[in-house]
């Protein structure tokens, strides 16, 4: 009889994880304390976009291509959200007429 893996449910594992950001101490079942692999600079249950912020805006020793790309990312993260916020405020104001 052949042995079923149980599927661990969730969604997957950031791509910083391993590359740009150490797993510290266990908070709680699946939290980790996150540190940066680049400065000192760590944080308890943050998501993902606070460390891209991070690696984007305010580590100073990481490398110039990994800021760049970050950058990159948060700038599409906000054009994404200030589109989504218009059409919201549209479909309001529709909505109040």
């Not at 079923?4 to 997957?12: F, L």
């Not at 950001?21 to 079942?29: F, R």
Request: hydrophobic share 25%.
């Amino acid at each position: 009889m052949s042995q079923v893996s149980k599927k661990s449910g969730g969604r997957p594992p950031s791509d910083l994880w391993n590359t740009h950001i150490k797993k510290g101490k266990e908070i709680s079942k699946g939290n980790y304390k996150e540190i940066c692999n680049y400065c000192p600079y760590s944080k308890y249950k943050g998501s993902p976009q606070d460390f891209e912020e991070h690696l984007a805006n305010n580590c100073l020793n990481v490398p110039s291509n990994i800021r760049q790309t970050y950058l990159n990312k948060v700038l599409i993260d906000l054009k994404t959200l200030k589109n989504q916020l218009k059409k919201f405020i549209k479909q309001k104001y529709l909505i109040l007429m």
